[in-house]
């Protein structure tokens, strides 16, 4: 009985090291976000994750990415992950609490007319259902972000 209980946490602790210590290709997560048109405004939940489409007037793709990059650095057990609001694409991770589950969220800007057209995604990396934290995240981003 012993051994059957040391074994148990021995694989937990070996899940949680993995989930905590498994790196984080960016070659697999800095992709290109563009996705269909949301609701103004709107943030959908997608299977994983999250999406979102928000134009913004009067200003460019560097300066609101740069703006993001920010807001994003300042959440959190957050970090960058790959890009820059040069490069017009900005990926990072933010881990949970608790056990460290990553979620990457990726945001692209581009010029769209006399507006910038931001896209979000933010996904998990592990489980199947991100209990909404991905939204949360992406509305509290942009709540910092609005004008």
Do not use: C, K
């Amino acid at each position: 009985m012993r051994a059957a209980l040391l074994l148990v946490v021995a694989l937990l602790a070996g899940g949680m090291a993995y989930v905590r210590l498994a790196p984080s290709d960016p070659a697999r997560w800095h992709i290109d976000p563009v996705g269909t048109d949301t609701p103004a405004g709107r943030v959908l939940a997608v299977p994983g994750g999250a999406r979102a489409v928000v134009r913004f007037a009067n200003t460019t793709p560097a300066t609101l990415l740069g703006q993001l990059d920010a807001i994003a650095l300042s959440a959190p057990r957050t970090r960058r992950l790959a890009g820059s609001a040069a490069e017009g694409r900005i990926t990072w991770v933010t881990r949970s609490a608790l056990f460290g589950f990553p979620d990457y969220t990726t945001a692209a800007a581009r010029a769209e007319g006399a507006a910038t057209r931001l896209d979000l995604f933010a996904r998990q990396r592990f489980g199947r259902n991100d209990l909404g934290v991905n939204a949360a995240r992406l509305l509290e981003w942009l709540a910092r972000l609005a004008p």
